[in-house]
Each structure stands twice: as C-alpha cells, then as structure tokens.
C-alpha cells in the first residue's frame, strides 16, 4: 500500500490482485482516521485497471486527480496491513455481508 497527498487530500494506492479485496465496510474502516490507515480516497488495482472509492465506501470513476495520483505523485511512504488488521477488515466485510443479507 502506498500513501500520497495531493492537494491536501490523502490517497491510498493499493494492489487488490492479491488474494484480499476490500469490500465497502473494509475501505471505511481502512480510510478512518482513528480505527484505520486514514485517507480521503482509497485507489485499489484491479486486473489491468484501478477502481477508486471514497473514505465512506462508495465506488466511483477515478477523477482526473486520481489519474494524477497514479501518475504522477511521489509516494511518501509504504505501508503494510499487519494479518491482525486484514482480519479486522474482512470481519468488517463480512458483518455487512451478514447485515445487508437479513
């Protein structure tokens, strides 16, 4: 995972090719500024693409912004999830799976 802030505004760059892609609860969770990484937008690598979300969640097109994120902006650190986190992530996900499913 790679952190850079353009504009004020803080993104998270990770590979989702691994074997964990983060749902919607995992990208809140992970983008929170207390419980989490913190971030205003979460850009994930998807296949040969990117999928960009929010902090609260939601997908979206990536912004010209964002393609200059990953582009163009220097990463200002590297970050690895500890096994502990990933599985607090996929706990979030699967209690909204279990919530959204009832």
Known sequence: MQDFVVDDKEYLVMDGRSDFMPGPAAIRLLAHRCEGVGADRVLIRIGDG?????????????????????????????????????????????????????
């Open 50 to 102: 990117f999928v960009a979300y929010a902090a609260d969640g939601t997908a979206g097109r990536l912004s010209s912004t964002d393609y200059q994120v990953l582009l163009h902006a220097v990463p200002s650190c590297e970050m690895r999830l500890t096994d502990s986190f990933v599985r607090c992530l996929r706990a979030a996900d699967a209690a909204e799976e279990q919530f959204l499913a009832s």
